[in-house]
């Protein structure tokens, strides 16, 4: 079993900027992935970006060029900075771990783009 906190969310303007961090505790030997999802009311829950145990990362079109996706593997921590933000990026991000025998999501925070 692991566990996932999330922090960072929060109100920002648009062009501003946020960084979010998920911390993974509990069994977290083997993980194979980590990810930032977001969902938007009324849509479906989507892909932001990923990036894997060797360090490979997926953005998702959307978010290219100003969202990064980073990890602190002694610290089990996945990050996601998040800059030049518009209203499109307004969501609940969730933070997603995926390893042996286990795929644990976060409860989600808000990141909420005022325009």
């Known amino acids: 079993q692991v566990q996932l906190v999330e922090s960072g969310g929060g109100l920002v303007q648009a062009g501003g900027s946020l960084t979010l961090s998920c911390a993974v505790s509990?069994?977290?030997?083997?993980?194979?992935?980590m990810a930032w999802y977001r969902q938007a009311p009324g849509n479906q829950r989507e892909l932001v970006a990923q990036?894997?145990?060797?360090?490979?990362?997926h953005y998702a079109d959307s978010v290219k060029g100003r969202f990064t996706i980073s990890k602190d593997s002694a610290k089990n921590t996945v990050y996601l900075q998040m800059n030049s933000l518009t209203s499109e990026d307004t969501a609940v991000y969730f933070c997603?771990?995926?390893?042996?025998?286990?795929?644990?999501w976060g409860q989600g925070t808000q990141v909420t783009v005022s325009s």
């Open positions: 990036i894997t145990r060797g360090g490979n990362t």
């Open positions: 997603r771990v995926t390893g042996m025998a286990y795929d644990s």
């Open positions: 509990g069994s977290t030997i083997s993980i194979y992935a």
